[in-house]
């Protein structure tokens, strides 16, 4: 959940960490902090953005060309200067910066104490670097060692970066179910969270793999192990990464640009994989096990926020075309549930990032379990694509913004993809009927180029009669009542309105009772297969004098005369409408959550990959 930067080798450490940080603030804004080696470990940090720390270190020494930087997203111990990384150890040698949950914290701490250790922090990170002290002294032994034996001890999640200033021209780096990422330059070193503080420097990296423990040198050595002490060979890759992709390109939020990115990024998806001229889809990590998801007993879709919501597309889709069972877990639960689960089951993850720690873990389970497990992931190499049987990447490039946009459309995407392949191959889809949904696929990111330019004044326009708000209701039916869950999702997590996703039939079970003159109704009324039901939802939330913004396919008459606004979208199949219906949702969100002077890539309390419980 926090974000992990530092450097060893010949140029000055400061300038990369800053910069680092900033690439990396996603995964966290609590606070942010860097530990520099110039003949002392020389430690500045400071409660909220990056900015702050560097503002606060103008007129402090910043020389060094070993170094390590941290941006927060705190767990344990509130967000101040005190609590933000690096940590210290109790005779300041060390110095540790760490993403993740050291979980049996409280009786090392308590063991520490007993020996005499004095604790400044809240933190579990803290305990973990007075552990690798403690271990060092009473042995004798290198940083490397103390803290492979350090971690043998601790239960949890971590991806750590630690400096000892007896042994300065070195860095151990390490990790356990959090991710971390070495990338190789000439004779130096770049350690992240992830590649974005790395590529503009070398595009060799190496993905550390759980439980290994790297020592990097300024002299350009790098030696690996497990942390159970046996020697690994780094196995370097080369990053597919632009620079470019991680930079705003003139819009104000990377919300924004990812949201108009999304008709090349669907293209993007859709690339070599579909063709609707010769009628086939293909998708590689789906082709050697096309046979046994077929014949599954059960697909189990896991996955934690806007992915849950894509997984629940799939859902419809895939029962709807490919007649195989399917549900829909979040991961959290799942994992915990003990789940009636054997190799007849393939259990399958969506994750943006690869990196959700519950998805993982549910993940994990199954495999324990012996069901196939498949990931739709977007980040390459992250730990979901690894640690899965097979999958297939969303390939929608790098989504900076904390708020999910171009991610949920590659994944709604890949799954729709996923369903007709499916169907096709099990025979459930006449011939005649697949030809034309896949011509018609490939006619979507044309289409949604066409709704970013004719829905965007109008957006603005109703954001700015409904920016006041306090609550929003976001109704839709069938596969739109997903897309009503991810709307409700996107306008709460950056504009801070509450707001609830309601399949549209439920709504007088319940929330029609909080309908008044106040309440934004937000309705995806784009499903012809269910339209009739729709207008009359509709007009049971008119009658109750609610504020309704329908969407709805080009030309639509009835809803337009009980509407207070309506947003057209261009027709299309009904099968691709959640790719069309969401777009209005995210612009909508975006202009209402700007009106309220919201940070919109940055929301508070979130972060990016949620890397913790
Ligand atoms: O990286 P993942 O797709 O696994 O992340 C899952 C959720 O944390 C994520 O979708 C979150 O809900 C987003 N902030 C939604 O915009």
Redesign the pocket.
């Not at 969506?350 to 959700?356: A, D, F, N, P, V």
């Not at 904390?402 to 946009?405: G, L, R, Y």
């Given at each position: 959940m926090c974000g992990i930067v530092a450097y060893v080798g010949n140029k000055q450490a400061y300038p990369i960490l800053i910069k680092g940080l900033k690439r990396l603030e996603y995964r966290g804004y609590d606070s942010a902090g860097i530990a520099l080696f110039n003949d002392e470990i020389n430690i500045y940090k400071k409660k909220g953005k990056v900015a702050n720390l560097e503002e606060y270190t103008e007129d402090k020494n910043i020389s060094g060309h070993i170094g390590m930087g941290h941006t927060r997203w705190a767990t344990h111990g509130k967000p101040d200067d005190t609590n933000a990384h690096p940590h210290k150890s109790g005779n300041s040698d060390l110095a540790i910066i760490h993403n993740g949950i050291i979980e049996n914290y409280a009786p090392l701490k308590e063991a520490l104490i007993n020996e005499g250790h004095v604790f400044e922090t809240e933190t579990d990170t803290e305990v973990l670097i007075h552990l690798i002290e403690e271990l060092q002294k009473r042995d004798n032994l290198s940083i490397e060692e103390a803290t492979r034996l350090a971690l043998t001890k601790v239960i949890g999640a971590f991806a750590i970066v630690v400096m000892d200033k007896k042994d300065p021209g070195k860095i151990v780096a390490a990790r356990k179910a959090s991710p971390l990422v070495i990338g190789i330059g000439d004779g130096e070193f770049y350690i992240a969270s992830d590649a974005t503080p790395i590529v503009e420097y070398t595009n060799q990296v190496v993905y550390l793999k759980n439980e290994e423990i790297a020592v990097l040198t300024n002299t350009g050595e790098f030696s690996l192990k497990t942390i159970s002490n046996i020697k690994q060979t780094p196995s370097i890759q080369e990053l597919d990464l632009k620079i470019e992709e991680l930079e705003k390109g003139g819009y104000d939020y990377f919300m924004l640009k990812e949201i108009h990115e999304q008709p090349k990024t669907i293209a993007d998806g859709m690339r070599g994989r579909l063709s609707a001229e010769e009628s086939w889809i293909r998708l590689g990590g789906l082709e050697e096990f096309e046979n046994r998801i077929t014949k599954a007993k059960r697909l189990i879709f896991v996955?934690?926020?806007?992915?849950?919501h894509s997984g629940m597309i799939a859902e419809y889709l895939i029962e709807e075309y490919a007649r195989i069972n399917v549900e829909v877990e979040y991961a959290s639960e799942f994992r915990y549930r003990n789940p009636v689960l054997d190799e007849k089951d393939v259990v399958i993850a969506?994750?943006?990032?690869?990196?959700?720690a519950d998805?993982l873990a549910a993940l994990e389970m199954a495999k324990e379990k012996g069901a196939l497990t498949y990931g739709i992931v977007?980040v390459v190499g992250s730990s979901?694509a690894r640690l899965t049987d097979a999958g297939s990447y969303i390939h929608a490039g790098p989504e900076i913004g904390?708020?999910?946009?171009k991610?949920?459309t590659g994944q709604v995407t890949l799954l729709t993809m996923m369903a007709l392949s499916l169907a096709h191959k099990k025979g459930t889809l006449p011939k005649s009927d697949y030809s034309r949904l896949l011509a018609e696929f490939e006619n979507v990111p044309v289409k949604i180029e066409k709704l970013l330019k004719s829905c965007d004044e109008q957006c603005k326009f109703i954001a700015d009669k409904i920016a006041s708000a306090s609550n929003a209701l976001y109704l839709g039916r069938g596969l739109n009542f997903p897309v009503a869950l991810e709307g409700a999702?996107?306008l709460k997590?950056i504009s801070y309105i509450h707001a609830e996703g309601y399949p549209a039939a439920e709504m007088k079970h319940g929330p029609i009772a909080l309908i008044d003159e106040n309440m934004p109704v937000i309705v995806t009324a784009s499903n012809m297969s269910s339209y009739e039901k729709i207008i009359s939802n509709i007009q049971e939330v008119k009658a109750r004098k609610g504020y309704v913004i329908a969407i709805v396919p080009e030309g639509e008459k009835e809803i337009k005369k009980t509407a207070d606004h309506i947003i057209e979208i261009p027709e299309t199949e009904e099968i691709f409408t959640p790719l069309l219906t969401v777009i209005p949702l995210q612009l909508l969100s975006y202009y209402i959550a700007i009106i309220r002077g919201c940070n919109v890539d940055q929301p508070r309390n979130?972060a990016?990959?949620?890397t913790v419980e």
């Open positions: 996955a934690c926020g806007t992915s849950w969506i994750s943006q990032s690869g990196e959700t998805t977007n979901i904390v708020a999910s946009t991610a949920f999702l996107k997590e979130l990016k990959s949620v």
